[in-house]
């Protein structure tokens, strides 16, 4: 398999002279296409910034980020982003929100005007697939954040695209909320094989849903280790308690033990 | 010894919305009516002459005896008022659309429009009677000068304050500058916008009324100054509540205009 997403040797600033700091350097990443890919890292390692750097939202400060084979220059088009707050529209209700990607990526933005009923069909089959079938004409703001953030998801996916980008998505939710929308997206993923990049502090998580977890290095970030995950789709919440689930987690950990946390105290 | 037996009568708490719904509504009268009540009394209690503060019956009897040119004149104000309330809602979402929505814009008008502001109109009214002559189009102007600020700012700060992760979101589809604007910037300014409007509206009759004072010979300014120069002070009284009277009315509709636009934005609040 070719590689969908290759970062090599990239170095990230942000600000110049005093307010100058190095978010990234020697950043190299491949990613496959069609592969579930999750980095993981201490808070403020520049994991975000990972983010918007394969999105093309921020420009590499040196070295090259090629998505599809294409050297990036501005915003990808058409990718998918789900962020820890679901960011949904309070004054659209939750079809409409979904439709969002609709009216605005350009292969569908006029179409949309003649075939609005079978767009509205395809975003409402979507959020079915995510248990929210019955709430389509709700308002976000009448639902609970777990049911905000499938909608989220929803929003993310609902245009089929190449690559969706998750920046610890479930971060906000509890624990029963969360594992349950892990089989949410596990389930969407297997059905659509999108390349995806889940960005998370959470190791469980990384391991419960990624075929390759990257380990990221403190600030100025750049990736530390590679870890296959070898465990069979779809995985059910079982796995967790199994041994190859719980090795690899505990490498994780100590992988991350292991990066001395006193540079996160210059940041502030 | 054994505790008393005390059986658990505790009283549910007084509960102004459920269990006397009609005091909230009537409260804006009943304060109306002791505020009248008071004042009269006080004029009788201490025999405060008319020239100097009539009691509210002779300007309710001076609101009924003049009540055609009283009518005259209020409705000039009115529809001098609305032209430049229209006016300035137009301009308004315009300029705080593009305030809102550049950098290079807000950094580059700001500062001038707050100077602007800062002006006192009433300086500014002798300059356009000048410019246009005595009447309307000066009381037009003053009403849109006095009340486009708010609109800008409050549009603009609705566009400045989208959640950047939801810019990203949008610009990750490929979103352009007006898809921003339209999809989201503004939807989300909407309250802001509303709620600018009722602190606009009242602003503008301040604006148009203190052009005609000065410089008109027709609408509710010109009666008041007239009146005054007469000694009539009842009758200035009573341009003054008809004043007050459209400030109140124009406010309370521009607050239903909000309710019903954007309940989103207040229901929220019940939500979160």
Redesign the interface.
Known sequence: MSNFVAIKDVELVYGRKKTRFQALKNLDLEIKRGEFAAVVGRSGCGKSSLMKLVSGLLPPTEGTVEVDGNLLDGPLKIVGMAFQNPTLLPWRTLLSNVMLPFEIVDEHRYKIRTQRSSYKEQAGALLRSVGLEGFENKYPWQLSGGMQQRASLCRALVHQPDLLMLDEPFGALDAFTREELWDVLQNLWINRKFTTILVTHDLREAVYLADRVFVMSERPGRILATHDVPIERPRRSEITFGSTFLDIVHTLRDRIKAVPATTALTIA | MSAPIVKSVRKRRFSLERDAPWVTPALPWVVCAAVVAIWELCCYAFAVPEFVLPRPSRIAAVLIASAGPIWFHTQHTLITTMIGFALSVAVGLVVGTAVGSSKLVYGGFYPLLVGFNSVPKVALVPVLVVWFGIGTIPAVLTAFLMSFFPIVVNVATGLATV?P??H????????KKR?LIF??GL??S?PYFFGSLKVAVTLAFVGSIISESIASSEGIGTLMVRAASDFRIPLVFAGLVVTAAMGIAMYAAFAVVERHT?G??T??VD??
Do not use: C, I, N, Q
Not at chain 2, 168 to 175: F, K, P
């Open positions: 959640e992760e939801l990203d979101v949008l610009r990750s589809l490929g979103a898809d999809k989201v939807p989300r909407l954007t989103w934005a229901r929220r939500v979160e």
